[in-house]
């Protein structure tokens, strides 16, 4: 249910069209001022890796929104996890999207015809992110990034809120749709502890009301609370969805939220181990998915980081991984490049070429065969497919590649 304009813009030319000068980096989990806005973007260049913030001041946030959109060069895009992925299921001409976020007159003019939106989602001002972009090598100051990648903030209330939601809920029913994606529940961080509980409350409640023989992926995203991410988890969401999409960020975050294994793993450091990363995973689905005694309905997850992806799924659930994940692959790679097909010359292999398959278990030992890309394992009735990404050399465009990627493994797979 979040949906909004995106306006890319290299966040280098933006800081200095704003006048601020380069200085120390500095993480700040909300942006109040432009101060705060220059420190964490040096500090996540700095790292090459990928956040999202929200920025508490409207005057000033309306104010760099102004500027950002009015630079020569930016581009407005449609942004919002749920529209973008929307909007790729959309590009598929057999297919009709329901989209409910707030949808202001320009995202309207840029969504495909496709997706259909119901007119208590309208509204008269369009929710702006901002997402500053910077390519592997580039410096500012005394910062060089390692790789390319963005920094994404803004100062959204209605998203904040998830105003759309019960409005979705409630289209379902005329709608009837064969599959449910929902997301945005990352951008409640901005609002206060008492109202996000609130707000998860009802919409747990309203998720609850979605038939239970249509499947529900949820695509997480950007977060910052180890407590609510812990909520998210352990009580409220996870049981509800049969499906979840996530980046080696949000791994992460939700191993630490939660004290999985490997939680003491302060950052990734290159390519995330394969090893560890299948046995957070596993761990998901062994502790909060479906089992003979748990009432949960969650049974996939699907991983997604730059090199490589793997599928997650219970057994008896879900059919065709191998196609899902290897086209979810093939996404990421012509997206970021901007081509139709992968193109060879423009792509290249990141992956490893052997890995372990745990670093907790007994593990087996894999290589890569370039003739079967996908490989599968399998661990106490989970089945992992993973394949290597053919990463794009100079991306034309990074933003909303994990959406891409969920929304094409999504269209591939079959449940059961």
Same mark, same amino acid.
């Given at each position: 249910?979040?949906?909004? /304009?995106?306006?890319?813009?290299?966040?280098?030319?933006?800081?200095e069209a704003l006048g601020l000068e380069p200085g120390d980096?500095?993480? +700040?989990? /909300? @942006?109040?001022?432009r101060q705060d806005l220059k420190e964490a973007f040096a500090h996540f260049?700095?790292?090459?890796?990928?956040?999202?913030r929200f920025f508490s001041n409207a !005057?000033? =946030? +309306? +104010?760099?929104?102004? &500027?950002?959109? !009015?630079? $020569?060069?930016? %581009?407005?895009?449609?942004?919002?996890?749920?529209?973008?992925?929307?909007?790729?299921?959309? &590009?598929?001409?057999?297919?009709?999207v329901l989209l409910c976020g707030p949808v202001? $007159?320009?995202? +309207?003019? @840029?969504?495909?015809?496709?997706? #259909?939106v119901p007119p208590e989602s309208m509204q008269e001002r369009d929710e702006?992110?901002?997402?500053?972009?910077? %390519?592997?090598?580039? !410096? *500012?100051? %005394?910062?060089?990034? $390692?790789?390319?990648?963005?920094?994404i903030f803004s100062h959204d209330l209605s998203n904040g809120a998830l105003n759309m939601l019960e409005v979705f809920v409630s289209s379902l029913d005329e709608f009837q749709p064969d599959l449910v994606v929902l997301s945005g529940l990352h951008m409640m961080e901005g609002q206060s502890k008492e109202m996000r509980q609130r707000r998860l409350m009802e919409a747990v409640a309203s998720i609850s009301d979605i038939p239970t023989d249509i499947p529900i992926h949820l695509e997480l995203a950007s977060m910052t609370d180890q407590d609510f991410m812990s909520n998210i988890m352990h009580q409220q969401v996870f049981p509800l969805v049969n499906s979840i999409g996530l980046n080696e960020q949000e791994l992460l975050f939700l191993t630490q939220s939660a004290s999985g294994p490997h939680a003491s793993l302060t950052s990734w450091s290159g390519v995330p181990d394969v090893g560890v990363v299948s046995d957070i995973l596993f761990w998901i689905l062994k502790e909060h998915g479906k089992t003979a005694d748990r009432a949960s309905d969650l049974t996939r997850i699907h991983f997604h980081t730059l090199a490589y992806h793997i599928? #997650? &799924?219970?057994?008896?659930? *879900?059919?065709? %991984?191998v196609a899902a994940v290897a086209a979810g692959a093939r996404a990421a790679g012509t997206q970021a490049c901007a081509t139709e097909t992968i193109d060879t010359s423009k792509v290249f292999l990141k992956a490893?070429? !052997? =890995?372990v398959t745990s670093q907790t278990e007994a593990p087996s030992k894999i290589s890569l065969n370039p003739d079967e890309p996908v490989v599968h394992w399998h661990r106490e009735g989970i089945s992992f497919h993973f394949t290597p990404v053919l990463v794009c050399k100079d991306p034309v465009r990074t933003v909303g590649l994990g959406d891409a990627i969920s929304a094409e493994g999504l269209l591939y797979s079959e449940v059961y």
């Open positions: 249910v979040n949906a909004c /304009v995106d306006v890319v813009l290299s966040g280098v030319k933006l800081l980096g500095k993480n +700040h989990a /909300v @942006l109040n001022s260049m700095e790292k090459g890796a990928a956040a999202e !005057e000033s =946030f +309306h +104010h760099i929104a102004r &500027t950002a959109s !009015e630079y $020569p060069g930016a %581009q407005l895009y449609v942004g919002g996890n749920a529209a973008l992925i929307g909007q790729k299921l959309a &590009t598929n001409p057999d297919l009709k202001g $007159p320009k995202l +309207h003019e @840029l969504l495909d015809e496709n997706v #259909v702006f992110h901002l997402i500053l972009e910077y %390519q592997a090598g580039e !410096e *500012w100051g %005394q910062v060089r990034a $390692p790789n390319a990648n963005r920094f599928l #997650v &799924t219970v057994d008896g659930y *879900w059919g065709n %991984q490893p070429l !052997e =890995f």
